[in-house]
């Protein structure tokens, strides 16, 4: 019983994971950007969750957390990724790790490193012996939704269509009429987006610091290798398989075993399948 109650924390936090790489993996597979400024924006994301929800019901608050995080991406996206966007990979690279340390700096600043917690009660579904916490189950329910929203964007609207059509080829949708800077500009903004609101739910179930991002950061890469990159679902399909390891994990060894595990199965996967388990080769 104790490891089938681990398990189902670990999947619930799972499915946040899988959206906090969904952002990553999307800007990549659009772009080609590897964008290092990720979990510096998921801390903000953190901060504006711990602010708003202060103010207003979570309901409300999370929204405006993802509305914060795609007008932040546009923001770095013409201010830095756009000048770089054709250039060698070294190049955004750059480029996204100093939008990173501008943020992590003005945030220590601003926030200091002092742990924040945001503090309210969703309370618990329990089920016989099993008790699985509300926050958690509204973390879950909140990625699933916002996963097949993106999943319907992506493949029933125009903007989506426009979207794969530039991931695909980039010159050839030019030539069609759509514009691949537009088109661009809106992944990255919701690749931001997707990040920050990753970060607000983080914030809802963990104590977060303006440091903390960098953490989730590191698992999102793993992640995006794990189910594919450039694939959404395999990202969501990695983070549920990245959060049962953390939660069966602790039930037989140290926790400190966990990362290990970790990268562990992250070679693996790199040796034996590159493409990850739903992405190309």
């Known amino acids: ?30 772009m080609k950007v590897i964008n290092l400024s990720h979990g510096a924006i998921m801390a903000l994301g953190m901060f ?10 979570p309901g409300l608050a999370l929204p405006a957390v993802a509305v914060f995080g795609m007008l932040l991406g546009l923001l770095i996206y013409g201010v830095a990724v756009h000048r770089v966007i054709s250039a060698p990979h070294l190049s955004s ?10 943020i992590i700096g003005v945030g220590t600043a601003v926030f200091s490193t002092s742990p924040r917690n ?7 579904l329990v089920l016989g012996d099993i008790r699985l916490p509300g926050s958690r189950l509204l973390a879950a329910g909140a990625s699933i939704l916002v996963t097949a929203l993106l999943y319907y964007f992506l493949y029933r609207t125009r903007s989506g269509k426009a979207i794969r059509a530039v991931a695909n080829n980039r010159l050839a949708a030019g ?6 800077t537009r088109s661009l500009a809106l992944s ?19 104590p977060f ?7 989730y950061e590191v698992k999102s890469f793993v992640i995006c290798v794990l189910g594919g990159l450039g694939n959404p679902l395999g990202a969501l399909l990695g983070g549920l398989v990245l959060g049962g390891i953390e939660g069966i994990v602790p039930t037989f060894m140290p926790v400190s075993w966990v ?10 996967v790199l040796v034996l399948r590159p493409g990850g388990l739903l992405g190309e080769k």
């Open 1 to 30: 019983m104790r490891i089938l109650i681990s398990l189902l924390d670990g999947l619930l936090i799972g499915f946040v994971y899988g959206l906090s790489s969904m952002g990553l993996s999307l800007i990549w597979g659009v």
């Open 48 to 57: 504006f969750s711990y602010a708003a929800i202060s103010r207003f019901h």
């Open 93 to 102: 690279l750059l480029a996204t790790f100093a939008v990173n340390m501008i």
């Open 118 to 124: 945001i503090d309210y009660s969703a309370g618990a």
């Open 175 to 180: 030539l069609m009429g759509i514009s691949p």
């Open 188 to 206: 990255f903004s919701i690749g931001t987006g997707l990040a920050a609101l990753a970060g607000g739910l983080v914030a809802t179930i963990f």
């Open 209 to 215: 610091t303006i440091l903390s991002g960098s953490t």
């Open 259 to 268: 990362p290990v595990l970790e990268f562990g199965l992250f070679i693996l």
